[in-house]
Each structure stands twice: as C-alpha cells, then as structure tokens.
C-alpha cells in the first residue's frame, strides 16, 4: 500500500464505514496496537488506552442505527504519520473531526479521534464562548 | 532544536502562552507558512487557510485577559509531524485540544488546532449526542 493522502483517505472511509456499519470488528482493525492511542468523542473526557477506546466503541457500536456519513476530507502526510480533518454528520448533527494515523505494520492505523459539534449558522466568536458559538462584541 | 516529544511539548506550550498573553506576533510566529493549515476553534466551522486562521486569531487575543492554561500535554512524534492531545482552561471552561505540527526551517510549526468543550460531571454517551454528553441508554 502507498502511505500517501490517497491511502490515507481511503482508510479514513474505512473508519466511517466501520462506524456506519455497527462493525466493531472492522473498528478494532483499524486503531493502533504498539503506539499510544487517544479518542475524545464529542463532550466526553479523553480517552487514553486501547482498552478504554475500544469499550467505548463496543457501546456506541451497540447502539441503534448509525446514520454517520463524512465529507470534504482533507490529509495530510509526513512520512508514517497522517492526519485527516474532515466533516461529520451524524443524525442531523454536524461535527468536525481530526483523525491521526500512523504507520503500523505497512497500513495507517488511526491513533486518534476528535470530534465536536458545530454550531450551525452562528457567527463564529472568541475561542472562550463555553458554548463555542460567538458572544456579540 | 532537537524534534522530539520535549521541544513539540515546548513549542505547544508557547502556543497558550501567546494566547494567554494575546501576543499577535508570537501566535502568527507559530504557524507554518508552508504546508496548509486548518484551525477548528470551539463550535466553529473549519477555518482552512492562513489568513482566514490568522483573522480569527487577531479577533481572539484583540478581546480583552486571556485567562487560558494548558495541563496533562501527551506528545507523539513520528520524523517531522508530531501531535498533542492537552487539556484547555479558558476561564472556567474545561477543553480538550488536539494541536498539530509539522517541521519546517527545523522548527515545530503549527498546522492545525482543534479545540472543544469537554461536559462536566457527565455520562459519556454515544457519539450521536447533540451536545456530545449522552443520552441515557
């Protein structure tokens, strides 16, 4: 496999349609084994262990339905590390997310997910707003 | 400078030291000029080039006492891209960043940050939760 942004986004829509898909399995193949790993589902604390990651994952894969889709995906790469922000949606909610992988045994594997909710139509405001959308100045 | 895990941790550190002291200058100083950047602040859409990153810093450090700290910084480093996961104060809100940098001119420079609130005293949830704490299963 080319470790390029092409390989990469490719692996990132693997990681979408594990997640779509209810497919646990297909999630656990895809996260790192011999580097750290982290994940900061939207509002939840970090998440710092394989272990705790993936039992995470269990639960929301456990779930109903996972009408989850991503779009406008943009990479980049340095060598074995890569790195993915792109647009999720889930339900009728918008987040962004910030995916990072790392080389592994020839293959990207995800060390981390971020994802937050956007806050739509709103004016963007200072980084302090607890809520993130923008105070009026 | 050595570009390992300390320096990336240095470089991160004084990242919220210009934001804390809202030093336009040392935060313009810390972002790549070559490689694209992409900035997500809390609840914002995805800012995607220099300009637009650097007007949104400007409108931020121009408000007035950046009451923002940095805590529990985990660094990766693979060759010339590195990443840290830390915990954001700003006020009394508690955040979770995932900042990002390439090398370039032998320095760490900045190519994303991604910041976001964490929920307080919450569950954690599905990742399909509106305001990220979760619905009760």
Same mark, same amino acid.
């Given at each position: 496999?080319? *470790?390029?942004?092409?390989?990469? *986004?490719?692996? &990132?829509?693997?990681?979408?349609?594990?997640?779509?898909?209810?497919?646990?399995?297909?999630?656990?193949d @895809?996260?790192?084994h011999? $580097?750290?790993?982290?994940? =900061?589902?939207?509002?939840?604390s970090r @998440?710092?262990?394989?272990?705790?990651v993936? $039992?995470?994952?269990?639960? =929301?894969?456990?779930?109903?339905?996972?009408?989850?889709?991503?779009?406008d995906a943009?990479?980049w790469?340095?060598? $074995?590390?890569?790195?993915?922000?792109?647009?999720?949606?889930?339900?009728r =909610?918008? @987040?962004?997310a910030? &995916?990072?992988?790392?080389?592994?045994?020839?293959?990207?594997?995800? =060390?981390h997910?971020?994802?937050?909710?956007v806050?739509?139509?709103e004016?963007?405001?200072?980084?302090?707003?607890?809520s993130?959308h923008?105070?009026? &100045?």
């Open positions: 496999m080319e *470790l390029d942004e092409q390989t990469l *986004l490719a692996t &990132n829509e693997r990681f979408y349609r594990a997640f779509a898909g209810g497919d646990l399995a297909a999630m656990e @895809l996260w790192a011999q $580097t750290p790993v982290v994940c =900061i589902h939207p509002g939840w @998440l710092s262990s394989r272990e705790t993936m $039992t995470s994952w269990r639960r =929301i894969l456990s779930g109903e339905g996972h009408d989850v889709s991503c779009g943009q990479a790469v340095r060598g $074995t590390m890569g790195m993915v922000v792109c647009r999720e949606q889930v339900g =909610i918008d @987040l962004l910030t &995916n990072v992988f790392v080389v592994e045994g020839g293959r990207w594997m995800l =060390i997910h971020h994802a937050a909710p806050m739509p139509d004016e963007p405001g200072p980084e302090e707003s607890s993130g923008g105070l009026p &100045n």
